[in-house]
């Protein structure tokens, strides 16, 4: 059996169309939103090891969901 989630049942898309190289350090987000925030720990291929600012926790998510959070949008 499968886990269904709201993106798969909402068919929300998360994936961006950005050309930022990511590293680690670089602030980013993720989908529309502009919190929470994350900060870059690791990029391994095409999954970045990423922490929240705010809370701390960590998460592993792909690279095509990121992106890099800008001087004018900080």
Same mark, same amino acid.
């Given at each position: 059996?499968?886990? !269904? =989630?709201?993106? #798969?049942?909402? @068919?929300? @898309?998360? #994936? $961006? =169309? =950005? +050309? #930022?190289?990511? $590293? /680690?350090? #670089?602030?980013? $987000?993720?989908? %529309? &939103?502009?919190? %929470?925030?994350? @900060?870059?720990?690791? !990029? +391994?291929? @095409?999954?970045?090891?990423?922490? &929240?600012?705010? +809370?701390?926790?960590? /998460?592993?998510?792909?690279?095509?969901?990121?992106?890099?959070?800008? /001087? $004018?949008?900080?």
């Amino acid at each position: 059996m499968n886990a !269904i =989630s709201y993106r #798969d049942v909402f @068919e929300i @898309e998360h #994936d $961006q =169309s =950005s +050309s #930022d190289e990511l $590293q /680690a350090g #670089d602030l980013v $987000q993720t989908g %529309p &939103n502009l919190f %929470p925030r994350f @900060e870059v720990v690791a !990029i +391994s291929g @095409e999954t970045v090891w990423v922490r &929240n600012v705010n +809370s701390g926790q960590d /998460a592993l998510l792909p690279t095509k969901r990121c992106r890099k959070v800008t /001087a $004018q949008g900080a």
